[in-house]
């Protein structure tokens, strides 16, 4: 009877697409929320539908031919008129899939700039590396909350970034002191500043959402980082500052965005504390380093 029921659990998980943040886009990029912002209603960014379709495309260009080569179709499903404040992805046999959602691109704080991270989380989900999300038996195919943040702004944003006039951008931006001084000590050129700059606030926009939905009255800041250590890696949403914060290494690790993240060792392609990096690195507050 329980190898009868063993056998039919193996059976419906193996035959069950895998989800990591969930269709409806209840448990996505953010917790469950239940705001809607449908298409005209007031108070929102100002991103449009071509905004919202540009962005999608100009990553959709990058990662399909890298998913490609891995033998897997990406499939982005844009769904401007649907109010869903979330995005998710979901891996269904050979195709990865990406859902993003018009609610959450007219959300007041989201910027161009927040918006494409949050593409660039969805594809986190798959292409980020290690540490992924524990699984039944082993870890999933998906990397966790924090490591698709991380991978959004250290590789994936600065993909999307690196054809742009980002010194030109940047100068229409109001960079907190903390943000300007940490990416001009972390990078020498003009450009790769600018770039880091751009995936630090972008990283503000997103971490703004976060704390808008859990009505946090406190500010999120580049100089108040998260104190919290978990003694374990929390593969679930950190805490909007923990999030600001990893946003914000992500963009000022130094590890060329060329060169590729590994699927099982969470040190390869990243900026790490035992190569003697002290910013740059995944923040304490959801990350446990197997070593130091």
Known sequence: MRKGFLALMVATLLSTPAFTCSEDGSTGIVEENNLYIAVGEKNTNGLTEEDFNDIITKIENIYKPIIEAKGKRLQ?????????????ARQSGNTWHVA?????????TITRDGFATVVCHE???HLGGAPKKAGWWSSSWASNEGQA????????????MEVDDNVSIVSQMDIPVAAQTKCEAAFTSEGDVAMCLR??????????????????????KFDTPDQNVVTRTNDNHPAPQCRLDTYFNGALCDVDHYTDVSQTDALV??????????DGVRPLCWYKPSSM
């Open 123 to 125: 594809l986190g989900h």
């Open 149 to 160: 943040d991380y991978f959004g702004t250290s590789k994936c944003l600065r993909k999307y």
């Open 199 to 220: 995936g630090a606030m972008a990283g503000m926009s997103l971490a703004n959402l976060f704390r808008a939905l859990r009505n946090l009255t406190t500010e999120l």
């Open 100 to 108: 993003m959602f018009g609610g959450l691109a007219r959300h007041e």
């Open 269 to 278: 392609g990243t900026c790490n504390r035992v190569d003697s990096y002290t």
């Open 76 to 88: 982005i499903a844009r769904n401007w008129t649907d109010g869903t404040v979330n995005a998710y």
